[in-house]
Structure formats: structure tokens, C-alpha cells
């Protein structure tokens, strides 16, 4: 059985951002420790403002499947101790999809630094005073959930992978592009 197509497009979605964040991430808090105001960074941080804040929109439509739309069922071949440790990342995965997109923009509207390109800002998180050391506490925090996502991101590609590659079994394909075939979903 597969997840549906929206909740399977959402998840490639989400994916690719955050692949897409982590290093750019990276990128602004090196150029901004090394004080280099240029245009590359200044071009960095509304990419990452942009991708950042679309991880949150997406997440809500994503919360949204998850309460309105059933999860296919895990292959027989899972211990129900695999399936409870694979359950509890995926929620930890949701509360740090959530939570680390609402500190960069509490932390942005602290600051304040909304403006993506001229022209254009993000809205101010409601209720956020404008103060630059509650800003740079924010930053703190998001910047340290952030890793922790992208480590137990990585740890979860390894086991993705791992069930294609080395177990072969139905796992991945929950997740994949290929549509499961009804006698590949009896087999
Ligand atoms: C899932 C979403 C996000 C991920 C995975 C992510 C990831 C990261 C990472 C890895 C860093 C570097 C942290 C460090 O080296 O300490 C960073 C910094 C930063 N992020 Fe995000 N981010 C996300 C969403 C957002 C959003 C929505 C905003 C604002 C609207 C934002 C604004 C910032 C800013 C301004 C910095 C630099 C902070 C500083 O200068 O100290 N991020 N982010």
C-alpha cells in the first residue's frame, strides 16, 4: 500500500527544502560570522527565508492529510517495535518541521529582517516584539533544532535506502514515485 499522491508530493516537497536549507543555513551563519554583506548573501538569506517559510505552509496542508487521509498499512515483515520507533520519528519529524520554521520567522521578526527581495517581506509573526537579543536566543534555538533535524533526517534516507536496496521490501515504495501495482501490493 502507498501513501496518497498529495501526501507522497508534500513529503518530496518538504524534502527537497530542507535539503535545500540545511547547507544554505550553513552558508548565511558562515558569511555572517565572517561579515561578508554582499549580494550572494543577501540573496541566500531571502532563498532560505522563502524555503523556510514554505516548509511551514506545506506542513500545514501535510498535518492536514495526516487527519483527514488514512496511512497505508506497514508490510507484514516489520516487528511491531520497528513500526513503533518508525511512528515516533515521523511525529518528532513533524513537531521539528513545525518548530524550527516558527523560530527562524519568530526570529526574523524580532530582529527585524522580514524583506525576502526588495520590495517584498515576509508578515510579522503575531505577538513577537521587536527586540534583537530575543532575536539572536531565537536563532540560537533554530539554528540547534535545525541540526538535529538534519541529523536524524540523514539517519532516516540510511534506513529509506536500506529497505530498497538491501531488504527489498515495501517500505519505501509507501513513500515512491512508481505506482504499486495491486499484484505487487498482494505480493
Ligand atoms: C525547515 C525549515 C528550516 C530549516 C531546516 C532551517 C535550517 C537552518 C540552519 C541549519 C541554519 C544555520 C544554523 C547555525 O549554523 O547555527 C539556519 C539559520 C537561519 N535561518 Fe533557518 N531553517 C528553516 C527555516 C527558516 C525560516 C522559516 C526562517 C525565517 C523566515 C529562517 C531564518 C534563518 C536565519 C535568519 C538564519 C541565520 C541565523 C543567524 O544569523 O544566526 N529559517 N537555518
Known amino acids: 500500500m502507498q501513501y496518497s499522491r498529495s501526501w507522497r508530493l508534500l513529503h518530496w516537497l518538504i524534502a527537497l527544502c530542507v535539503i535545500a536549507l540545511v547547507p544554505v543555513g550553513l552558508l548565511i551563519e558562515a558569511r555572517t560570522e565572517a561579515n561578508l554583506w554582499d549580494r550572494t548573501t543577501d540573496i541566500l538569506y531571502g532563498l532560505h527565508k522563502t524555503l523556510g517559510f514554505s516548509v511551514l505552509v506545506l506542513m500545514l496542508l501535510r498535518i492536514g492529510c495526516k487527519?483527514?487521509?488514512?496511512?497505508?498499512?506497514?508490510?507484514?515483515?516489520?516487528?511491531?517495535?520497528?513500526?513503533?520507533?518508525?511512528?515516533?520519528?515521523?511525529?518528532?519529524?513533524?513537531?521539528?518541521?513545525?518548530?524550527?520554521?516558527?523560530?527562524?520567522?519568530?526570529?526574523?521578526?524580532?530582529?527585524?529582517?522580514?524583506?525576502?527581495?526588495?520590495?517584498?517581506?515576509?508578515?510579522?509573526?503575531?505577538?513577537?516584539?521587536?527586540?534583537?537579543?530575543?532575536?539572536?536566543?531565537?536563532?540560537?534555538?533554530?539554528?540547534?533544532?535545525?541540526?538535529?533535524?538534519?541529523?536524524l533526517a540523514l539517519g532516516h534516507i540510511v534506513a529509506a535506502l536500506w529497505h530498497r536496496f538491501v531488504l527489498h521490501d515495501e517500505v519505501f515504495q509507501r513513500m515512491g514515485f512508481r505506482h504499486l501495482s495491486d499484484k505487487e501490493h498482494k505480493s
Do not use: C, N
Open 67 to 151: 487527519l483527514w487521509l488514512q496511512a497505508p498499512a506497514y508490510p507484514d515483515t516489520l516487528s511491531r517495535r520497528q513500526i513503533l520507533a518508525a511512528k515516533s520519528l515521523h511525529h518528532l519529524f513533524y513537531v521539528l518541521l513545525i518548530l524550527v520554521p516558527l523560530l527562524g520567522w519568530a526570529g526574523v521578526t524580532a530582529f527585524p529582517a522580514l524583506m525576502i527581495i526588495p520590495g517584498v517581506e515576509l508578515p510579522p509573526m503575531p505577538g513577537i516584539p521587536r527586540d534583537p537579543v530575543l532575536a539572536e536566543r531565537l536563532f540560537g534555538v533554530h539554528g540547534a533544532f535545525a541540526l538535529l533535524l538534519a541529523l
